[in-house]
């Protein structure tokens, strides 16, 4: 079978949408779970990095994008400033997570690469890499 026709299965590949909220996913033990701009989305995004944690076979990994929390006073003041109302346009979207904290207090080893990805530098500060789990 050539590659235009194998299927999601044959390639040994098989996704999944899990829940980061109820904890029941019924399968575990994924090499890899991919997470982007959910983190800040989530209402409790420790309990979401422990399942992710959970449902992650030990030496897999977490490939991550995620904005958060900048690393310039004027710009993080500015972030606490708009997180409300922000927060109301946005679906619960917040301005002020420390993903790299966030991460790491959930028992993650993040490497990841960080920056400001767009204008205006209040809403666009990024955290991108991958995250592995012992
Ligand atoms: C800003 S959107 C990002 C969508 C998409 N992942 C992307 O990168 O474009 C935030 C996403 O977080 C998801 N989300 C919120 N709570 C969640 C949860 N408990 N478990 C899984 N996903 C959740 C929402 O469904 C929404 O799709």
Redesign the pocket.
Known sequence: MNSSTSSWYDRKVLPR??????GLSPIAGFDCVV????L????DPSA?LAEMRRVIRPGGRLLF?EHGLAPDASVRKWRRRLEPWWSRM????RLTRDVPALLKSAGFTPTYQMGYVARPKSLAYNFWGDATCP
């Open positions: 949408l899990l829940d980061f909220a109820c997470c982007t701009y959910t800040c989305s989530v209402r979401a994008a946005a679906g619960g979207c």
